[in-house]
């Protein structure tokens, strides 16, 4: 089975842009997970779709947005770009379930000067 | 406020010996936790997990020990490899229905193998 693709690998971006990063998991794996991962503050989570739907959401403005497509791909927006935007944004994809393992892609390097 | 920490940033350790890695938590609805390798430029990679209700899960080389009293997880690896040199991470999920796709994760320890 092939991993969790995303695209694109890095992203260069000035403040105020906005940003669109897309995930596709795993065949067969309804959820897909968001983190943003910073040398401050460690991997931290985004938020969670199954089904084309919003299931979870961790503690980022709503500047931080996503959407999952009926074919299980998910994407996610930055509007407003800040300085401290810049991350590694990493998707993660499981079947769906409780207390399994998340699946990560390698990740989008978001660059914002 | 850091739920999961990981304590030591750094671990050095000779090739074919033990590598211990350390994690603590302070939730206490945390019920299912993770280990993870990370490379840099890349996801991290699951290696071993283990559910509250087990003090013990091997997997080859790897072993997870949880003593949930103390709050406190550890990780072995035996023999390390040079190929182990990575940054570790430990996460866990927190019983309920918020956990869906959000694990916590500690800060990760940078191990060093040296042949």
């Known amino acids: 089975k092939a991993g969790v693709t995303q695209t694109p690998r890095y992203l260069i971006k000035t403040r105020g842009q906005q940003v669109t990063l897309s995930c596709s998991p795993i065949?067969?794996?309804?959820?897909v997970s968001w983190y943003q991962q910073t040398p401050g503050q460690g991997l931290q989570f985004l938020f969670e779709?199954?089904?084309?739907?919003?299931?979870n959401k961790g503690n980022f403005p709503g500047r931080f947005s996503g959407r999952q497509f009926s074919n299980s791909r998910s994407e996610m927006n930055v509007s407003t770009l800040e300085l401290g935007d810049s991350a590694l944004y990493l998707c993660?994809?499981?079947?769906?379930?409780?207390?399994?393992?998340?699946?990560f892609g390698s990740g989008t390097q978001l660059s914002v000067l | 406020d850091q739920q999961v920490k990981q304590n030591s940033p750094s671990l050095s350790v000779q090739e074919g010996r033990i590598s211990i890695l350390n994690c603590d938590y302070t939730?206490?609805?945390?019920?299912?936790f993770l280990w993870y390798k990370k490379y840099p430029a890349e996801g991290p990679t699951f290696l071993i997990s283990?559910?509250?209700?087990?003090d013990k899960n091997e997997d080859g080389r790897f072993t997870v020990f949880l003593n949930k009293s103390a709050k406190h997880l550890s990780l072995h690896i035996v023999p390390s490899q040079p190929g182990d040199s990575a940054v570790y991470f430990c996460?866990?999920?927190?019983?309920?229905?918020?956990?869906?796709?959000?694990?916590?994760f500690g800060q990760g320890t940078i191990l060093t193998v040296h042949p």
């Open positions: 779709y199954f089904s084309e739907t919003q299931r």
């Open positions: 939730n206490s609805m945390f019920d299912y």
């Open positions: 996460a866990a999920s927190e019983l309920g229905g918020t956990s869906y796709g959000k694990l916590t």
């Open positions: 283990i559910s509250s209700i087990k």
């Open positions: 065949s067969g794996h309804r959820s």
């Open positions: 993660a994809s499981t079947p769906g379930q409780r207390n399994e393992k998340l699946f």
